[in-house]
């Protein structure tokens, strides 16, 4: 780790990004991400990257399809509704597990809606709107600092995965700024490395080779379809047991445990010191991992606490996985602003206060 620096959250995105091995990126601007592609437009030429603005999302999402086939490291990122228009390539890189990190600094909607930030893509990112059964794991930080290392991290694991990952941030972590400790370069790997790092890339003929690499989506033969989506499943099985990231406190004697990711749970987190000062005690449990989501942390919520609530940016997207987790054993309610309001610390602290009475704590 280098020393920190203070930097705005999208510009620390690109840089580790870039220090984890990203050489590729193909992006288009959108509010409130747009530091990204200029930061990437400015800096991976330096490192002997290519940036490239594309036309439009759609097309962005298939440069990234051609670039991370061909073994190279791709990075690209957009907001709400352009992670819209690339939900089918998002569903053909799954299919064809070609690695790519695609990162969203989210808004408010529907539609265009605002450029203010919101959390109610939160389906768009744990069930996906491309056509077919597929998953890709997606990480929520809560800070710049996390969302870095994320970003790094998540350049390898999409390699050793050989599946999309997402990161999904929103525009308060893309516009604030915080110190950040960014991470050593990821060492720069060669062109005739590729061959041996990804035997799968298209990579062409080499001396010894009887054919070529192929890359498909296409599979016309319904039994062979199946074996492949079968094939795809055990490996997002294997990742629900091994990508699971979660962060709780104070769940064993939490009157009242609040859920919340991103940055809602950074505002939970006041609101929970708010609410020990006036005698309630509260506990959080933070997902990281918005899938694999981290159903078997709620088995540590006892039965002192009375009611779980989910507090989120958005008409009550994360509560459907909230009670899930819960399966029953508690009442779940739903503490939430949506059209790019924000939940204060103070607003969250009285809204819990309320919802105990009415449950009778």
């Known amino acids: 780790m280098s020393e920190r620096v203070l930097m705005k959250g999208n510009e620390a995105f690109s840089e580790a990004a870039i220090r984890g091995g990203c050489r590729y990126y193909f992006g288009y601007p959108i509010t409130p991400q747009n530091e990204i592609p200029e930061y990437m437009s400015r800096e991976l030429p330096k490192r002997g990257g290519s940036f490239i603005q594309a036309e439009s999302e759609i097309c962005a999402i298939n440069m990234a399809y051609g670039a991370a086939a061909a073994g190279g490291r791709v990075f690209i990122t957009s907001s709400s509704p352009g992670i ?3 939900q089918e390539g998002l569903s053909f890189l799954a299919s064809a597990e070609v690695p790519t990190v695609v990162l969203t600094v989210s ?3 529907p539609g265009i809606g605002g450029i203010q930030p919101g959390q109610a893509d939160y389906f768009q990112a744990t069930r996906g709107g491309g056509n077919g059964d597929y998953k890709i794991p997606v990480f929520a930080p809560s800070g710049i600092q996390e969302g870095a290392d994320l970003v790094y991290e998540a350049m390898e ?3 050793k995965w050989r599946n999309p990952f997402f990161i999904f ?5 893309g516009q604030m700024m915080e110190p950040v400790a ?4 990821h060492p720069d790997v060669k062109p005739e490395d590729i061959r041996s790092l990804k035997p799968w890339a298209l990579t062409g003929y080499g001396e010894d080779d009887k054919k070529r690499n192929t890359i498909i989506s296409l599979r016309m033969q319904p039994d062979v379809l199946e074996r492949h989506v079968h094939k795809l499943f055990e490996k997002y099985e294997k990742a629900e047991k091994e990508l699971v990231r979660v962060e ?3 769940l064993e004697d939490a009157e009242v445990v609040i859920v919340a990711y991103g940055i809602v749970a950074r505002i939970a987190k006041e609101a929970i010191d708010i609410l020990a000062e006036q005698g309630v005690q509260a506990g959080l449990l933070r997902p990281i991992s918005l899938w694999p989501f981290p159903y078997g942390e709620f088995k540590k919520i006892t039965d002192k606490t009375k009611v779980v609530i989910s507090a989120e940016l958005s008409m009550g997207q994360l509560i459907q996985d909230v009670k899930l987790g819960v399966d029953g054993r508690f009442p779940v309610k739903l503490i939430n602003r949506t059209g790019g309001m924000i939940l204060s610390s103070v607003e969250i602290a009285e809204r819990t206060k309320k919802i105990l009475e009415e449950v009778g704590g």
């Open 84 to 86: 819209a228009l690339m």
């Open 157 to 159: 694991l999409s390699d």
């Open 248 to 250: 709780s406190h104070g």
């Open 169 to 173: 941030t929103d525009g308060i972590l």
């Open 182 to 185: 960014l991470p050593e370069p």
């Open 107 to 109: 808004r408010c909607g």
